[in-house]
């Protein structure tokens, strides 16, 4: 085998030196008959004619020498490519058509890709990330609806003798306060049981993580900081080991800095244990059923599938519920993978953008192939005379087809520069930080997918025309100057595929275009309610030291509220719970006293045949309805006198009336026995004063949903929302209420400001982003369709030029002929649109679950796309018909 490569190897990298040996060898092989028929008598010009004729075609010979050497296929390649720059560069307009067009949707697809495969391709950044998951609920008789675990059944799966699951901790988001460094501020934390960072298999930068008895309540509490944090507030000093810092006005140890790049939950400044003080435990019976939960993270033991540990959870589930009859009735535990959970959010858009630039990317293909079938026809003399000449048809096409390689590489190269800048450009726009954002690179894998689809759009683009050119043979081609292949039949069948090819492939990008403008249109018109102009919120958390009374918080609020409330320029302001639309409320089962339909507060599940109710619950202050513009249907609102030892009362929504009461009258009535522990310390029962109009407080494209207020005098709650109604602009009032929380309070952290206009607008801003990105996309598929309807409807009347010659010269009008050209091309525009709708009627299905309030089969968006599309093309054939058809007839005649 080395005996046959080494000749291989030598003709592949002395290529001259080998060429220049058979040359030598043929000259004295030539040289020698010369003198053999010299000495025969023949003079020297009559001896080189009979060797000539004797030997032959000493080119052919050469070429089957190089053939014998198995290099023939990259010698060709290695001609092919040298004759192709230097075609190339005689065209520079063709050249930089053709590589700007790859180098767009190259670009464009491969930015896409990148993020596709930072986000959703590349695992997690721990150790065997596969085998981390995530824990839920499963009550019997809610399908596949899954919740977070309550506390008890967690620590009692943490107690349980297990085969899947190698460790199990809960996370719980906290947001602590940094006093002492600086101003104060408030950041973002996680607590964590025992067991968390061992499931990550991730290890401290320094220091250590947490020992399991320090979740246990103590006067001096652990921390473990972020590296940033580490960086940014203590200057990335190295004896910070053992050092107290003060969060929430109560000290901490540092016991350890995590690694720089490790973020998780994301965005996590610090780490504190979980503590719950001794309420729960793994024999707790109380509590269980649906009280305040917590996302739970395990990781399975090596060889565990995902199947044999859902099957354990089960039998754990079937096991708890043995022992815990009253609360853990029909209650089960399964599993998701963590990976698949981190992502699930940006799934579904990511891949709907990857389709769109997917659909420009053929539609470019398209459009190159007509450049490249039009490039063809100009050189069908060059192809006529090489078939002459004895080229096989396969040489021709390897020759095209080595074109349009050349061209292929120079578009991935100019789109891979275009991607490296579009991702960050995407990157950056992203309306919120995406997981995984540090594997966001264009790296290996990045730079294959480019080469492979820049090789994959050149063959698409290249391969047909290729053919159409070189098809016919070599004596047709040469009969008919080159037409054969080109102007023939199935030369126009390929140019009506390509224009049908193309509007129909617009057709798909525009009407998504067009159904997600129309739905992002509809949801920033949306009412919400509420009067959303001139509001300026933010929150406000006090800590538990110097706030550890309801007293105290009730004090704080009244005071800051009345502070605010005192300031020029504001008109109103309250506070509440969780803020619309951004957090969503929290969710409570309670029962309603006097129907039918029951549940229990945090006892035991519901019996067979019982409706378990749930409401949202806020807590507000007087004067939020009036804040925020909430009208009052019926009763009163929250007022100064519903305070603690009062009457408990609430406010329901005008949902909640119609859901519950019916027909009834929902004043006096009482809702009671609700699951939240806060709520349920201060009273078993509320009072219902007053009805209020329904505020889309979940999201704007969900449907207003059954509310419940609490007043905040009889629910204080430490951490809360404050809304101001400014007379004018709202952002000056930050400087004085800044000024006035530090007059009252030194110690809390300045507060974000932002309005609820601003509110609105980040809560769209994801349908926002996808919207703009697929509408560019459309609006680039639409000028390459133009563009390549008008190249491709221009060639075919161009190589009808002799014929309309012939037509006007015997008497025909331009009107005549220009209706005949235009209705040729009304038949391709008609069969591309209903192809393109068609394909849009099946394809936009997947746009459901992105759309409110239009359909996916939208018929005014289908229609107005038709026109468009239909019009443009319509006008890419009247051009170069009225061209044609007024064209001088001698021309014409001459045009062949």
Known sequence: MLNRLKPRLRALFRRAKVEQELDEELSYHLEKDVQRHIAQGMSLEEARLAVRRGFGN??????????????????????????????????????????????????????????IHGVLLRSLPFKEPDRLVLLYTVMEGEGEYERLLSPPNFMSLQAEPRRSFAEIAAVRHTS??????????????????????????????????????????????????????????????????????????????????MPPRFDFPSECAL?????YGGEFSATTTAHRYLHSVVPV?????????????????????????????????????????????????????????????GLVLVIACANVASLLLARAAGRRDEIAVRAALGAQRGRIVRQLVTESLVLGLGGGLLGLGLAFWATDRLVTMWPEELPGLDAIRVDGTVLAFTFGIAIGASLLAGVVPAFRASAGGRSATLQSGGRSGLGSQRGQRTRSVLVVGQLALAVVLLVGAGLLLESFARLTTVDTGFRTERILSFQIGLPD??????????????????????????????????LPIEQGPDNSGFRAEGRTLRGVRGQRAPSPGEEQLFIDLRIVSPAFFETMGVPLLRGRGIREQDAAGSLPTVVINHAAAKRFFAGEDPLGRRLRDFWDDQIAEVADAFTIVGVVGDMRSRRLDRAPAPEVYFAH????????????????????????IRRE?????????????????????????????????????SAVALTLAAVGIFGLLSFAVAQRTHEIGIRIALGASPRTLVETVVREALVLVVIGLAL????????TRVLEAQLYGVSATDPVTFTIVALVLGGIALIASLIPAWRAATVDPLVALRAE
């Open 741 to 777: 929380l530090k007059a009252l309070d030194p110690s809390l952290p300045v507060p974000e400001f932002r309005t609820f206009e601003q509110v609105i607008a980040d809560s769209v801003s994801r349908p926002r982003f996808v919207a703009t990105l697929v509408t560019l996309f």
């Open 836 to 843: 393109g709708i068609g394909g849009a009627l099946a394809l």
């Open 713 to 736: 005098a009889q629910v204080p709650l430490s951490s809360m929302w404050v809304t101001v109604r400014a007379a004018g602009d709202p952002l000056t009032l930050t400087g004085p």
């Open 58 to 115: 000493v080119e052919l010979f050469k070429e089957e020498s190089r053939d014998a050497r198995g290099t023939r296929l990259f010698d060709d390649f290695v001609q092919d490519v040298r004759y192709v720059i230097r075609t190339l560069r005689k065209s520079p307009g063709f050249t930089t058509a053709v590589v700007l067009t790859l180098a767009l949707g190259i670009g464009m697809t491969t930015a896409i890709f990148t993020m």
């Open 271 to 275: 780490w504190v244990p979980l503590e």
């Open 297 to 357: 993270l395990a990781r399975l033991r090596p060889g565990v599938s995902l199947e044999a540990a859902r099957a354990e959870l089960r039998l754990l589930g079937r096991r708890l519920e043995e022992r815990f009859p009253e609360t853990n009735r029909g209650t089960s535990f399964t599993t998701r993978p963590l990976h698949e959970e981190i992502v699930e959010d940006v799934r579904t858009p990511l891949l709907l953008l990857f389709g769109a630039v």
């Open 545 to 578: 030291t110097g706030y550890g009374s309801l007293g105290q918080v009730r004090a704080f609020y009244n005071q800051f509220l009345e502070r605010v409330r005192q300031q020029p320029g504001v008109r109103s302001a309250a506070t509440i719970s969780r």
């Open 176 to 257: 602590p306060t940094l006093v002492g460094v600086g101003e104060a501020q408030r950041l973002e934390g996680a607590g964590v049981s025992a067991g968390f960072f061992e499931a990550l298999r991730v290890r401290p930068f320094l220091g250590r993580t947490f020992r399991p008895e320090e979740s246990e309540p103590g006067e001096v509490r652990a921390v473990v900081l972020g590296h940033a944090l580490w960086q940014q507030q203590f200057g990335g000093d190295r004896d910070i080991i053992g050092r107290a810092i003060t969060l929430d006005r109560k000290p901490h140890t540092v016991v350890g800095v």
